[in-house]
């Protein structure tokens, strides 16, 4: 299982990026698919998850009303749509698959231990 990241780069306060995970060598046609965020002297946080094939999407209250998880199952992407960037948003940014994701109360429970695979990050300053 492959995933490549892209999309990241820097912007201004107020700005937007999307972000694009690639997908190759998945045997299954549904699984789950997370973004994680990375800062300097921060714990992975993931933030924004997506079960493939049309299934439920979530993401973290902490982004909700700014970042937007979708897929496009037909060319296994999957994107992270992220508007109206804050300073604090400023992390790498991890694509992961084969893991779980709940939400509970409005936070997205998802630990990077239960995902397989990993891309290898993409940057983003937001300034």
């Known amino acids: 299982v492959q995933l490549v990241e892209s999309g990241g780069g820097s912007v201004q306060a107020g700005g937007s990026l999307r972000l694009s995970c690639s997908a190759s060598?998945?045997?299954?046609?549904?699984?789950?698919m997370g973004w994680f965020r990375q800062a300097p002297g921060k714990e992975r946080e993931g933030i924004a998850a997506?079960?493939?094939?049309?299934?439920?999407?979530y993401v973290d209250d902490s982004v909700k009303g700014r970042f937007t998880i979708s897929e496009d199952n037909a060319k296994n992407m999957v994107y992270l749509q992220m508007n109206s960037l804050k300073p604090e948003d400023t992390a790498m940014y991890y694509c992961?698959?084969?893991?779980?994701?709940?939400?509970?109360?409005?936070?997205?429970?998802?630990?990077?231990?239960?995902?397989?695979?990993w891309g290898q990050g993409t940057q983003v300053t937001v300034s």
């Open positions: 997506i079960y493939t094939g049309g299934g439920n999407a």
């Open positions: 992961a698959a084969e893991g779980a994701a709940v939400p509970v109360g409005g936070r997205l429970h998802m630990r990077a231990d239960d995902f397989d695979s």
């Open positions: 060598g998945y045997a299954y046609s549904s699984y789950c």
